[in-house]
């Protein structure tokens, strides 16, 4: 639970929420980083399909 102190405002964070939002982050990061690979195979198959549409253009 998030408390305030006697230091200008503060907030003090306990243990358990520490670990909890480190676990999140971790997850969230792990998430990101699986998109990141997806999206860059993504690109690289739209790019083929962008090369094959134009080369099958310019045979017609």
Do not use: C, P
Request: glycine letters at 4%; proline letters at 0%.
């Amino acid at each position: 639970m998030l408390e305030e102190d006697n230091l200008g405002g503060v907030e003090l964070i306990d243990a358990v929420e520490l670990d909890k939002l480190l676990v999140d982050r971790n997850y969230y990061k792990d998430k990101f980083n699986q998109y990141k690979v997806l999206n860059q195979r993504l690109a690289k198959e739209v790019a083929k399909l962008t090369k094959l549409i134009y080369a099958n253009k310019k045979n017609k």
